[in-house]
């Protein structure tokens, strides 16, 4: 079993920034597992946002998101970090970690075994 908690969520002005956090723990070792965040906004689909490999090395991001967030990872401390810069009100949503079945990156929310409870960003206009 592995447990994900999203922290750093919360309410700021367009254009500015936030940085969440995930703090994994579980019985399945962090640094080989490829981890993801997704947000889901109300009436809308949950959505990829960004995810890395295993290792940190190999990122992708939604094209939605591409220049303003970043995705991070310490291996040492079990986190996951998105850092969202220039954020607008089409960022509002609810953020989730997620933890994949592999050690690659991947994008497919199929392809991921767990999830965290969520943590919201209100984005003011």
């Known amino acids: 079993q592995v447990q994900l908690v999203e922290s750093g969520g919360g309410l700021v002005e367009t254009g500015g920034s936030l940085s969440l956090s995930c703090l994994y723990s579980?019985?399945?070792?962090?640094?080989?597992?490829?981890m993801g965040w997704f947000r889901q906004a109300p009436g809308k689909e949950r959505e990829f946002v960004a995810a890395l490999s295993y290792t940190g090395h190999i990122t992708d991001y939604a094209d939605s998101v591409k220049g303003r967030f970043t995705i991070s990872r310490d291996n040492d401390k079990n986190t996951v970090k998105l850092r969202m810069n220039n954020l607008s009100p089409e960022d509002s949503a609810v953020y989730y970690c997620a933890s994949a079945r592999t050690g690659r990156l991947v994008r497919g929310q199929g392809e991921y075994e767990y999830w965290g409870q969520g943590t919201q960003v209100t984005v003011s206009s």
């Open positions: 579980g019985d399945r070792f962090f640094g080989s597992t490829g």
